[in-house]
T-cell receptor, first 114, second 107 residues
Framework: EPEVTQTPSHQVTQMGQEVILRCVPI?????FYWYRQILGQKVEFLVS????????KSEIFDDQFSVERPDGSNFTLKIRSTKLEDSAMYFC????????????FGSGTRLTVV | DAKTTQPPSMDCAEGRAANLPCNHS???????VYWYRQIHSQGPQYIIH???NNETNEMASLIITEDRKSSTLILPHATLRDTAVYYC????????FGAGTTVTVRA
């Protein structure tokens, strides 16, 4: 069964450093998403991406965050200057262009900012 | 987006059916009901969705009331591996996860 692949599975970074989280969505999917989950809290929407541009973003997704689909297969989330409160699980998801079909999530990247 | 209300937790015996309720009284006519689950800290997993007809797949059944104000997810024969947080979500274009129902399947 097709999977959404995320790398790395765990990343530790120092506060103020830039991090890039990588995702390979399912190949024929057209919509891409990033979510995060702070330990013990709800899964929160960050951003959706379609047709090479952001279609929606949450209040969390401020100027420190950016997304890119550089080569038609990878989908990346960059955090420019990490803060302690960015520590969380980050999930990538994708879905087909067909309306009303389930999202497929990756297994996540655990980001720890020290 | 319509809001959903789910019980915070429930227990189920292994091998028995688990019936997970969800209220979505403000759902609008074209909004679908989706169910996802999250096992431990893994990524959420799609289970099933429906508009107004009952639906069944290899994982579960979804029963939606005629007025569409509530639904029930049925896991027909719960196993220990079904222990997870189950989320009922209305509207698809941006999944909004609530607290869900923590289901514990006991041997």
């Amino acid at each position: 069964e097709p999977e959404v692949t995320q790398t790395p599975s765990h990343q530790v970074t120092q506060m103020g450093q830039e991090v890039i989280l990588r995702c390979v969505p399912i190949s024929n999917h057209l919509y891409f998403y990033w979510y995060r989950q702070i330990l013990g809290q709800k899964v929160e929407f960050l951003v959706s991406f379609y047709n090479n541009e952001i279609s929606e973003k949450s209040e969390i997704f401020d100027d420190q965050f950016s997304v890119e689909r550089p080569d038609g297969s990878n989908f990346t989330l960059k955090i420019r200057s990490t803060k302690l409160e960015d520590s969380a699980m980050y999930f990538c998801a994708s879905r087909t262009g067909t309306t009303h079909y389930g999202y497929t999530f990756g297994s996540g990247t655990r980001l720890t900012v020290v | 987006d319509a809001k959903t209300t789910q019980p915070p937790s429930m227990d189920c015996a292994e091998g028995r059916a688990a019936n997970l309720p969800c209220n979505h009284s403000t759902i609008s006519g074209n909004e679908y009901v989706y169910w996802y689950r999250q096992i431990h800290s893994q990524g959420p997993q799609y289970i099933i969705h429906g508009l107004k007809n009952n639906e069944t797949n290899e994982m579960a059944s979804l029963i939606i009331t005629e007025d569409r104000k509530s639904s029930t997810l049925i896991l027909p024969h719960a196993t220990l591996r079904d222990t997870a947080v189950y989320y009922c979500i209305v509207n698809d274009y941006k999944l909004s996860f609530g607290a869900g129902t923590t289901v514990t399947v006991r041997a």
